[in-house]
């Protein structure tokens, strides 16, 4: 199994030696470098291919949500942090997990396994059960709801979460959209990095776009030849 490369971002030693001690204890996990601020961390960024960050919030220079900011193309993020009050922030940039300090293993443990879940699925028993539903399942108003894969229109792309839209409510969904294609069935097809369609739902095709429910969706140029020819 291909390691996943990581990165802590912390300008404090002990918290950096307390979250490498439990890196080491996970084989699965490749520790790439630590870095004292942002700025090592992007340079870092901009020469490695890093699966998921360590991110401390209070750091000097640049703080640890405006380094998300102004991240184009951001691994997945563990923010780990001594202050509660910025939580909400945090996950309105769609970070994976929100550690406070002091940091248990077991919570390490836990918010390391939500990354694996999401991006190695297969290794997943909930999932692969999910493989032979026609149904998906998503958080809403503290209940969770049944959403027949027939019903949905299409499903858009947000880094960590997906928007399905269907009919009549829009719900998100913290997956990633290749994680979800796998659970979906042959009516589904990605058209762009962004967008999965149900093909039984497009009203109208060009090679650029496809229109479902008056919507007009791009087609990526990498994707053109095979929906061409599944449409």
């Not at 809403?140 to 299409?154: C, D, E, G, V, Y």
């Amino acid at each position: 199994m291909e390691k996943i490369k990581c990165i802590i971002v912390d300008d404090e030693p002990v918290a950096q030696r307390i979250l490498e001690g439990y890196l080491q204890d996970l084989k699965e996990l490749e520790l790439v470098a630590i870095c004292n601020n942002a700025m090592e961390a992007n340079e870092i960024l901009e020469n490695h291919d890093i699966d998921l960050m360590f991110l401390d919030i209070e750091m000097p220079r640049l703080k640890g949500l405006d380094f998300i900011r102004i991240l184009t193309n951001s691994p997945s993020v563990i923010i780990t942090t001594a202050h509660r009050e910025f939580a909400l922030d945090s996950f309105e940039l769609e970070v994976l997990d929100y550690l406070l300090k002091p940091i248990s293993f077991d919570r390490f443990l836990k918010a390391v396994m939500r990354y694996k879940k999401l991006f190695n699925p297969t290794n997943n028993r909930a999932h692969q059960s999910k493989l032979k539903t026609e149904f998906l399942y998503a958080k809403s108003n503290r209940k969770m709801a049944k959403i027949p894969l027939n019903n949905i229109l299409f499903i858009e792309g947000m880094s960590n979460y997906v928007k399905v839209i269907s009919p009549e409510k829009n719900f998100v969904i913290y997956t990633s959209m290749s994680s979800l294609l796998e659970e979906l069935n042959d009516a589904f097809v990605r058209i762009h990095k962004s967008y999965i369609i149900n093909k039984n739902k497009v009203s109208f095709f060009t090679k650029e776009f496809v229109e479902i429910n008056n919507r007009q969706l791009p087609i990526g140029k990498t994707y053109q030849e095979k929906i061409l020819d599944q449409l």
